[in-house]
């Protein structure tokens, strides 16, 4: 399975960007899909994750600035990010969480893209 994402790039501070990842491969079932971030010098976070029954959950950070979609039958994962801020810049990592045939589950993660948001 792989994960390809895109979309990332260079921001003015209050601009919008939207980032994509679209899975290959063969997968049984997807449950959760996602995006994380990691800014230099800090852990890799959250920003925001939809399960596989639409439920969404957000880093407080980006509440009502950011918005998570998929597309089921194209195995992708969106994120909508708006009213940017310095302090969103970082690689912006798509996660993918298989069900797998057997039970239990394996997780899949993209490259990254960066952001960057300039002041």
């Known amino acids: 399975v792989q994960l390809q994402a895109s979309g990332g790039g260079l921001v003015q501070a209050g601009g919008s960007l939207r980032l994509s990842c679209a899975a290959s491969g063969r997968i049984f079932s997807v449950n959760g899909m996602g995006w994380y971030r990691q800014a230099p010098g800090k852990q890799r976070e959250l920003v925001a994750r939809?399960?596989?029954?639409?439920?969404?959950v957000y880093a407080d950070s980006v509440k009502g600035r950011f918005t998570i979609a998929r597309d089921n039958a194209k195995i992708t994962v969106y994120l909508q990010m708006t009213s940017l801020k310095p302090e969103d810049t970082a690689v912006y990592y798509c996660?993918?969480?298989?069900?797998?045939?057997?039970?239990?589950?394996?997780?899949?993660w993209g490259q990254g893209t960066l952001v960057t948001v300039s002041s």
């Open positions: 939809v399960s596989s029954g639409g439920s969404t």
């Open positions: 996660n993918v969480e298989e069900r797998r045939l057997g039970g239990g589950y394996l997780n899949h």
